[in-house]
């Protein structure tokens, strides 16, 4: 009896020093926490949030000042200058103001100087014509866009809040797991928790294929019972990976756009599914049409272990909110980012700002109450290209 007792409090005291020390270490959050339903009642589309996280994200977010409005008569920045070829249509005063403001939004501490060299501010450095085909991209998804940044829109400041390298980044392999062949196969870098899947153990690196090619991301069947192979079980993986960084740039739980009885449904999810449906795209556009061709151009420190261009995912713009900058329409002050006054390029070096044709994208209406007609279901392909169909894990 007394050993069963013996035994009985060994046992107690193991535990409760094992919930004591998990308290400290583990990664939880303390109630409570804040509920919001989104879908109709009983059907368990609520979104949890932690109030406190929540704070520190938008305490996070710093504005800066709007400079003051130039006057938008007198001579072209293009008849001014000697060579400015994405901001001709500009006055002189309102081509100054948008210089002003994005060395305030990408680097306010190296000043002009870091797209500029002092001496001669008509040369292109790389900075320079990096920068300019910032400019394209910015008005492209200020203009093109407009399905997933409505009339709030996008800044150089949405993703560079006051630093010449954004915040988020991703490049091929950031996994550090190179892939492999043969016996030792390849684990997509999984169970080894990565920031960039919530410390999930799913595979570390969902962008090479689905934010830089346009690879299928859906991956359940839409038939009762199989009609042919459907994608594998290391496809199903890489597109939950995605999932958990769009929560997490997001700050949001899945059921802010699925319904968790019917991820694949349309007509059950939140509208919110489908701005973040053009949002897959639109960042497809932006790596593969703008910022991937500007790989001979950047800093060679500034290239990936693969020898790629820094890329933007969800979090470059979102950086934890379900709106950038909690939503501030900073797009507002700066119309010259939106317009059509930006002229079109003809060719000019090797970045020849080329205007992209888009890719069609269906489109469709989003409201908040009505949730509209879906994208185009386009069937999973059969195989997955470019990997071998051994490698399914
Ligand atoms: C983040 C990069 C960046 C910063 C910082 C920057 N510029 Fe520029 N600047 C550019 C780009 C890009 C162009 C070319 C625009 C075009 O082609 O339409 C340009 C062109 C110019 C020109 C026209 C030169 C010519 O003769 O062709 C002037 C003048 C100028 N900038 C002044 C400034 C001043 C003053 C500052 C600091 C307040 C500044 N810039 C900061 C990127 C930058
Ligand atoms: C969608 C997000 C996004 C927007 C909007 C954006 N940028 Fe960038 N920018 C990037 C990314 C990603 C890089 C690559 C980061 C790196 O250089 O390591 C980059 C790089 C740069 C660089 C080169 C930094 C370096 O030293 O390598 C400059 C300069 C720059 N951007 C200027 C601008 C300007 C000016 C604007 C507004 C007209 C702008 N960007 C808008 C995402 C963005
Ligand atoms: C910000 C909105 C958003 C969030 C949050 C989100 N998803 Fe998705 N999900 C989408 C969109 C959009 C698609 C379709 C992507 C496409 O077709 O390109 C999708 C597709 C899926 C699919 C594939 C459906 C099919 O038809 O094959 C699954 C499964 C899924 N999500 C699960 C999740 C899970 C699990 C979470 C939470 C970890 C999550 N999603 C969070 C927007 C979201
Ligand atoms: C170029 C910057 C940028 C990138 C990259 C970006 N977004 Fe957004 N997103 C925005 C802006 C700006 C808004 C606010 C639009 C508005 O106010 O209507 C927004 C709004 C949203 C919303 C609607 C939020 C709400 O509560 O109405 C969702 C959902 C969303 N984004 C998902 C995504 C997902 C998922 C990704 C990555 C696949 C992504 N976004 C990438 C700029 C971006």
Redesign the pocket.
């Known amino acids: 009896m007394r050993l069963l007792f013996k035994v009985g409090l060994t046992v107690t005291v193991i535990f409760l020093l094992f919930s004591t020390v998990g308290l400290f270490i583990a990664d939880w959050e303390r109630p409570p926490m804040e509920q919001e339903q989104l879908g109709f009642r009983g059907t368990g589309i609520v979104q949890i949030t932690n109030p406190r996280l929540k704070a520190e994200t938008a305490g996070n977010v710093v504005l800066p000042e709007v400079v003051d409005a130039a006057d938008a008569a007198g001579p072209r920045a293009r008849q001014v200058y000697q060579n400015v070829q994405v901001l001709g249509d500009l006055s002189e005063g309102q081509f100054l103001r948008l210089m002003t403001a994005?060395t305030e939004w990408?680097s306010p501490e190296q000043g002009c100087n870091y797209?500029h060299n002092p001496e001669n501010l008509a040369e292109d450095v790389p900075?320079k014509i990096?920068?300019r085909r910032?400019?394209q991209?910015?008005k492209a998804?200020n203009q093109n866009w407009t399905n997933h940044v409505g009339q709030t829109g996008?800044?150089?400041y949405?993703?560079?809040r006051g630093q010449?390298?954004?915040g988020e980044?991703w490049f091929r392999g950031s996994s550090g797991q190179p892939p492999m062949g043969g016996l030792v196969g390849y684990d997509g870098g999984q169970n080894k928790p990565g920031e960039n899947v919530n410390l999930s153990s799913l595979p570390l690196d969902p962008f090479s294929e689905q934010l830089d090619s346009p690879e299928e991301v859906r991956v359940v069947g839409t038939t009762p019972l199989p009609v042919r192979q459907g994608p594998s079980i290391m496809k199903t993986e890489y597109t939950y990976a995605l999932m958990m960084h769009m929560s997490q740039s997001l700050g949001v739980n899945c059921v802010y756009c699925h319904n968790s009885r019917a991820f694949a449904a349309w007509d059950q999810s939140s509208p919110t599914r489908q701005v973040a449906w053009h949002a897959i795209r639109m960042i497809r556009e932006?790596n593969q049409s703008y910022?991937n061709p500007l790989t001979p151009i950047?800093?060679k420190d500034?290239l990936g272990p693969l020898g790629d261009a820094?890329?933007?995912n969800c979090g470059?713009?979102h950086r934890g909110q379900a709106k950038p900058l909690g939503g501030a329409p900073m797009l507002r002050d700066y119309p010259e980012?939106n317009a059509t006054i930006l002229t079109p390029v003809a060719g000019a070096g090797p970045t020849a700002p080329v205007e992209e044709p888009r890719r069609p994208v269906p489109d469709t209406p989003v409201g908040r109450l009505a949730p509209a007609a879906p994208p185009a279901d386009t069937p999973p392909p059969a195989q997955e290209p470019g990997r071998p169909p051994s490698q399914t894990r």
Do not use: D, G, N
Request: aromatic share 6%.
């Open positions: 994005i990408v797209c900075t990096i920068s910032m400019f991209m910015t998804v996008v800044t150089c949405t993703c560079h010449p390298v954004p980044i932006l910022i950047f800093a500034k820094p890329k933007t470059t713009c980012l």
